[in-house]
């Protein structure tokens, strides 16, 4: 009598009132082994019979989980796969618990990842494709389900549903499709580098690019986008134009709407600008003007990332640094934030791309025009930043600018007192090995000028030199012992 036992219990449960006399009866726990059985009608009313009962009640849920429910419900998904009702009952138990922490992580130990890729697999209506989706959506939460969903193929079949769906305009296939793309977004997301696993194959990685591509108005496709850069990828997005996309979307949301959104765009179009080829294509496409246009901004979060995007513009392209380098609006405004010390990630990048332009460019018109707009005191500053990085960036340009036009910069050298400045760097046993060294090539550089050598000498920096000549890194007594030869005029 158990199995029309357990028909009647199914049918009992649909009401709502009966739930807690059901419960309050113990039938739960008497339900759950009969999950054990190899009798498929057994399995249904069974299953349908527990599902009812603990429907939308998380402590139930919690106790099936508890008790091993997780088990017998992947083992019938396993050998029951080609039985329509079966499958149906067990993915809407699965729905129901996979929202749990414990249902997640009791299912990171099954193969429930293969199954439920299988089901996604052969679904052919749209009311077992969002079940699935719903189930797979609540897993791809976990970390190592993430990985176990990509490593079962569930990027193959999410390619071939899209590609299946894109472009219709039923009501059902847009809920499809919403689905499937934020499944996606969720298993691109988070700490582990599930990415690597989808973009693995090239008619993925073409997918996914053009589905960002077309959904760069909504926040999971600028996310997914911001996700993916890091693939290496950069170079084919660029060449389907996705840069004056994002571009367009700051332009309308620049002082306003998503802020994630923002911040996505934004430093996507940072990393864009990394590989050499696109920064060349992206100048000839007058992208650092568009930016310049955008900086009119009063975020610092958005000054901070297009400052950065300029920057890696520049990066080795003499030419955009020379374009930069004379646009006199822009230098006034990058001095003004080099001031802005309650914006320090502002004031930081505005003197990381002065620095910049002035190492990718020895024109001494560029070198001219950062004088005129007193962003030489800014960069003698910089010298002394508390990033190592940013010390280095500014003694190499302050170098190759004294090598360019030394008398140019010769008075903001001593207003600002830079000799003084680079003698403590030599002087402090914290400064770095390398910044000890770029320090003394530029002091080489400014032996060219008489009173800067003066103010050398004056300041005893021999001495200091003479000290470093024993110190520890051999590229710095090299170093010392050549700057000391120019000094004595030897060389």
Known sequence: CAVKAAQVLSEIAKNEEMKKPCIEAGLVPTLIPLLESTDQEMLLHAGRAIGRICYDNRNLQEELVKVGVITPLVRILTDYAESEPLVHVDLLALCNLAELDTAKEALSKTKVAEQLVKQLRRAENHERLEIVFE????LAENDAMKVQLVEAGVQEVLSEILLRLQGSSQA????????????????????TKTIVGIGSKDNMKEFLLLWGRNNIQTSQGVKLLESFLSDGNCVRMVQLGLIHQLLD?????????DISVQHAALS???NLAIPVVNKVQMLEEGVAERIQALLRSEMPPVQFKLLGTLRMLTDGQADAAE???QDPMLLN???QWCNANDRSGVC????????????HNRSQEVVKAIQEA???KHLVSMTTSEHAAMQNEALNALAIASAVDLETLEESFKESQLVQSLHKLLQDDNTSPEVKYNSMGLLCSLLNSGDLRQEIEEDKIKETLEQLCSHSNASVVKEAVTTLQVLRGET
């Open 348 to 359: 930081g990048e505005a003197n990381r791309l002065l620095a910049s332009i002035l190492r």
């Open 333 to 335: 405004r990058l001095v």
């Open 268 to 270: 996507a179009l940072r």
């Open 172 to 191: 059902e296939d847009t809920c499809v499709l919403k689905a499937a793309s934020d499944l996606i977004v969720s298993l691109l997301l988070g700490e």
């Open 374 to 376: 007193q962003g030489v």
């Open 135 to 138: 189930v797979l959506q609540a």
């Open 323 to 325: 374009i930069l380098g």
């Open 249 to 257: 979307l700051l332009e309308k949301h620049v002082e306003s709407g």
